[in-house]
């Protein structure tokens, strides 16, 4: 069965990486994101990770693709795909590159100890995760928090109309 | 667990890897962005993936942290490029050379 769910989830988050690189218009890309991130929701409930998992739907699928879309829709509805990338050269050079990128990763992430066997009942459940995160590592998730603070102010900052902007920020 | 976790990492280098080509090859603004999130999602991985290979569950912590600074990442990244459009009218990186020495 776990095995099953991997090779099924392993496929689709390939090929949506595939789609994500490969893709024309980056609806598409979004797209493709969506399927990586949902298979990747699958691999970490096989991994015991449900608390991530669920966090993985919302959060990604449910946030940041959204918000990719929208900008998608702000952004592309004028500007189609631009003319051919010139960049056939730098493509010839970075797939050999990620090849060896990828075959360099991978016997470096071979040679692992032997994974425990069985991991206790509630492992990554959302008390466990959530005992961890306020405790253990209450500082850093304090940190997190300010840290989207900032990220709002920014957004709010960046987003509001250049003229106004333009009244704060520089000579007119 | 009965599938390996070398397959599990290996799964991961290989979104890691695609996410890297794609920041290479890739012209558009949005789709670097895409790509840095697949980049992200594979390291995420292999952090869930070792958590539960040592039993431990820093690791899922460390996925969490990622998941904040990731969705922080996108707000700001974004809405700089929604800026960058409405002031040059493109979101190719390659127009968008103003700092080149």
Do not use: K
Not at chain 1, 100 to 105: D, F, H, K, S, T
Not at chain 1, 120 to 148: H, I, K, M, N
Not at chain 2, 56 to 81: H, P, R, T, Y
Request: charged share 10%; no cysteine.
């Amino acid at each position: 069965m776990e095995v099953l769910l991997f090779a099924v989830s392993a496929v689709l988050s390939l090929a949506g990486g595939l789609g994500v690189v490969a893709a024309r218009q980056p609806v598409h890309s979004a797209l493709s994101l969506l399927v990586v991130l949902g298979a990747l929701a699958i691999l970490y409930l096989t991994l015991a990770a449900e608390f991530l998992a669920v966090l993985q739907v919302i959060v990604y699928a449910g946030a940041i693709v959204v918000l990719f879309l929208f900008v998608i829709m702000l952004l592309h509805a004028r500007t189609p795909e631009s003319r051919p990338s010139p960049v056939g050269a730098q493509a010839a050079v970075a797939v050999p590159l990620g090849l060896a990128l990828w075959v360099g990763l991978s016997s470096a992430v071979l040679q692992l100890p032997a994974p425990v066997p069985r991991v206790p009942d509630g492992f990554g459940s959302t008390e466990a995760v959530g005992r961890e995160l306020f405790g253990t590592f209450l500082l850093p998730f304090e940190v997190a928090s300010l840290l989207l603070v900032v990220g709002i102010v920014a957004a709010v900052v960046l987003g509001s109309s250049p003229s106004s902007y333009d009244r704060r920020g520089r000579e007119p | 667990m009965t599938v390996p976790a070398g397959a599990y990492l290996v799964l991961s280098a290989a979104l890691f890897t695609l996410g890297t080509v794609g920041v290479l090859v890739r012209r558009t603004a949005l789709v670097l962005f895409m790509s840095i999130e697949l980049m992200l999602n594979a390291v995420n991985l292999a952090f869930v993936t070792l958590a539960r290979v040592h039993g431990n569950l820093d690791g899922q912590l460390a996925a969490f942290f990622v998941l904040v600074v990731a969705a922080v990442e996108v707000v700001v990244g974004l809405s700089i490029l929604v800026h960058i459009f409405r002031t040059r009218d493109t979101v190719d990186v390659d127009e968008v050379d103003l700092l080149r020495g």
